[in-house]
């Protein structure tokens, strides 16, 4: 009888209280989640009748996650998966992809997230097969992939008709043909990466640029070949919040100054822009008043004048300021800094 009242107890007060805890935690790593599923049989049916727990699946950097997604998918709980991730995931392969496919064949129905950054061993056949069984899919990331080409791209538009945020950075055999389609196809795109896509000229990134207005985050990271013919047009993407120029050799004042017209500008990155002079910063700080982090670092051709204008427009705002390597600037210590903008907390952003 005693061991009955306290069973009768832990189920009526203690899996109330586990499943509280679980529902709010929105990132519960799976390894605990299936470890609570062996704590009792009443806490098992409590958790696995919690449709939200089994939205997402995450195998980050995990051996054998190919078998482990198959085997995942496979179960009823995870019919209605929204978000898988399997960044740096060992083992990965198309065939994985393909095997989910035929087996699993309405699991990824509901997708609307997919991160595959690092899986180096998927080609453009894996994204072909995944790309087709995700009609709903939202966000995709395959950052860092050399074998994707174009043809990937190609594939994506043809099935995925929603993206909304997709990383290329690291597809170094993407080109400009990637962005016609992308252009074309996903005008209410709100966030791009395209970090050391190498093979992209500003042809193709005027296209995103006349054609996806809707974007509030756009990372150029180490396109070194890129001209102001483009940059210019970047002042078309009024909801623009985060921009990253980072090694823009070819940038100019003129060109940062009509990037300045992105009003909503909140992040942006400058490091190694080393033709920009005061100049250009002064336009963004006049431009930019709800900016609240800015890299400069490297920038020998700045001095004090830019610091002086940038907190008269933005020091209310100004969080991360980094400008170590500027040569011009006289006024670079900590506490100087914190003179000119008061709500500085980070002063270095490249080490």
Known sequence: MEGESEWKTWSRETVPKVMRIVSTCTTLPHRD??????????????????????????????????????????????????????????????????????????????????????????????????????????????????????????????????????????????????????????????????????????????????????????NLYALSSLTDKAYKKISLLTHLKFLDLCGAQNLSDEGLACIAKCKNLVSLNLTWCVRITDAGVIAIAQGCTSLEFLSLFGIVGVTDKCLEALSRFCSNTLTTLDVNGCVGIKRRSRDELLQLFPYLRCFKVHS
Request: with cysteine.
């Open 33 to 218: 989640l299936f470890s609570l599923l062996l704590v009792s049989p009443c806490l098992h049916q409590s958790l696995l009748s919690c449709s939200s727990l089994w939205q997402g699946i995450d195998l980050r950097e995990m051996n054998n996650a190919g078998a482990r997604l198959e085997a995942a998918l496979s179960m009823s709980r995870y019919r209605h998966v929204k978000d898988i991730n399997l960044e740096f995931a060992q083992d990965i392969e198309d065939k994985h992809l393909e095997l989910l496919k035929t087996k699993c064949p309405d699991s990824l129905e509901n997708l609307e997230s997919l991160n595959l950054n690092g899986c180096q061993k998927i080609s453009d056949k894996g994204i072909e097969i995944v790309t087709s069984a995700c009609p709903k899919l939202k966000v995709f990331s395959i950052y860092w992939n050399v074998r994707v080409t174009d043809i990937s791209i190609q594939h994506l538009v043809k099935y995925c008709k929603r993206i909304v945020d997709l990383n290329l950075s690291g597809c170094k055999n993407i080109s400009d043909k990637s962005l016609q389609l992308v252009a074309d196809n996903y005008q209410e795109l709100e966030s791009l990466n395209l970090t050391r896509c190498v093979k992209l000229t500003d042809r193709g990134l005027q296209k995103i640029l006349l054609q996806c207005s809707s974007l509030g985050s756009l």
